[in-house]
T-cell receptor, first 114, second 114 residues
Framework: GENVEQHPSTLSVQEGDSAVIKCTYS??????FPWYKQELGKRPQLIIDIRSNVGEKKDQRIAVTLNKTAKHFSLHITETQPEDSAVYFCAASAGGTSYGKLTFGQGTILTVHP | EAGVAQSPRYKIIEKRQSVAFWCNPISGHATLYWYQQILGQGPKLLIQFQNNGVVDDSQLPKDRFSAERLKGVDSTLKIQPAKLEDSAVYLC????????????FGPGTRLTVT
């Protein structure tokens, strides 16, 4: 089955700096890669996703890049703000071949210091 | 639109007792997922329903866990008997259909087994 590795497990940055979180996956059939943000005690919320026919996607301060050859994808947050502090999870899915089953990474605790 | 609803929000039971969780997905969402999230880890899929049929229960400990989705809407997840290692947050999610569709998560039920 799919295996998703996420690094780093913790990330501390100063407000205004950029943050990068990286994930690798094992199943070459995976074609959907969402990123979720989870604040303490709250539900995971989708912040951005990318499909395998796209190499990069951007939404304001957040961007995701995908390298299918190397089987890795990354989340980039620019101009970080204290409210970006949360746990971030990457996930991968093989879509139709696995009925959309998501396999999650272990999570990255991002702390943005004012 | 209304989000995914779950109840109860918190539950404390002793080992060997039984417990049940309830989930009401977003109206019109055909696919429903139950995830287990152990503290410090990413969510792990337990079972996935497409309407009222199971499409994936490969990671459900079937000797003690059961789930049903009668009439293809609400769902219940039951644990009987509970073990200490079942302490976790149980998240329900729904999506329009299986495949590469955004999954919307409920607030979760935090289970503590003593």
């Amino acid at each position: 089955g799919e295996n998703v590795e996420q690094h780093p497990s913790t990330l501390s940055v100063q407000e205004g700096d950029s943050a990068v979180i990286k994930c690798t996956y094992s199943d070459s059939a995976s074609n959907y890669f969402p990123w979720y943000k989870q604040e303490l005690g709250k539900r995971p919320q989708l912040i951005i996703d990318i499909r395998s026919n796209v190499g990069e996607k951007k939404d304001q301060r957040i961007a995701v890049t995908l390298n299918k050859t190397a089987k890795h994808f990354s989340l980039h947050i620019t101009e970080t703000q204290p409210e970006d502090s949360a746990v971030y999870f990457c996930a991968a899915s093989a879509g139709g071949t696995s009925y959309g089953k998501l396999t999650f990474g272990q999570g990255t605790i991002l702390t943005v210091h004012p | 639109e209304a989000g995914v609803a779950q109840s109860p929000r918190y539950k404390i039971i002793e080992k060997r007792q039984s417990v049940a969780f309830w989930c009401n997905p977003i109206s019109g969402h055909a696919t429903l997922y139950w995830y287990q999230q152990i503290l410090g880890q990413g969510p792990k899929l337990l079972i996935q329903f497409q309407n009222n049929g199971v499409v994936d229960d490969s990671q459900l400990p079937k000797d003690r866990f059961s789930a049903e989705r009668l009439k293809g809407v609400d769902s219940t997840l039951k644990i009987q008997p509970a073990k200490l290692e079942d302490s976790a947050v149980y998240l329900c999610a729904s999506s329009l259909a299986s495949g590469t569709y955004e999954q919307y998560f409920g607030p979760g039920t935090r289970l503590t087994v003593t």
